[in-house]
């Protein structure tokens, strides 16, 4: 079991339970699944960024991606129904929580001037989305090795049914928010 899954069913479960008086464990919140996505625009001109993108996400979270294409054809961005546009994971059960773990501990220090996540990205149904500049900031990843530097959006689907239980739960587990101004 991961350290990150035992942390939630020992230490938050109860925790959330005394705080939002829970008559069931089943009714505290719980991260569903993640989502990894990243969108490689610049692939309309280079299809070796895809592939690139593709094998850059597979080594992150230990899962083959998912090539998404364009729904529709726009001509102002040069794009055709069914052109390969970006990749993308869905993380689930232990390894969802093997990749929050490494995201939690390792990959949000490693930022460059980072003050904490913004309490603000949440949905209003309890997701959280963040988004990363660069795919290097994973010690999995050489920077020596990488031709464009890409970023990625990470997404939380959140079983709680507010952006209060879901940041509640989020910070039990360690995830570094930081003071926004004006809130």
């Known amino acids: 079991m991961t350290r990150l899954l035992e942390k939630y069913q020992q230490q938050v479960v ?7 008086v829970y008559k069931n464990k089943l009714a ?16 309309i001109d ?13 080594i992150i979270t230990g899962q083959k991606p998912l090539i998404t294409k364009a729904k529709k054809a726009i001509s102002g961005f040069k794009l055709r129904q069914g052109q390969a546009i970006g990749c993308k994971v869905t ?4 390894r969802m929580f093997e990749f929050l773990d490494r995201l ?3 990959v949000l220090p490693r930022i460059r001037d980072f003050r904490g996540l913004s309490p603000r990205s949440f949905d209003g149904r309890g997701n959280y989305t963040l988004g990363l500049t660069e795919q290097i900031v994973f010690p999995e990843i050489s920077a ?3 031709e464009f ?5 990470i997404t939380l ?7 209060e239980q879901s940041c509640e739960l989020l910070k039990l587990l360690g995830m570094p928010f930081g003071l926004e101004k004006g809130v």
């Open 14 to 20: 109860p925790q959330l339970m005394e705080k939002f």
């Open 28 to 43: 505290v919140p719980k991260i569903q699944k993640i989502v990894v996505n990243m969108g490689v625009g610049r692939a």
């Open 46 to 58: 280079n299809k070796k960024l895809i592939e690139e993108a593709t094998k850059h996400l597979s």
């Open 91 to 94: 993380l689930r059960g232990k």
């Open 104 to 106: 939690i501990s390792v």
């Open 144 to 146: 020596d090795t990488v």
């Open 149 to 153: 530097v890409q970023g990625m959006d």
């Open 157 to 163: 689907a959140i079983s709680g049914k507010s952006d």
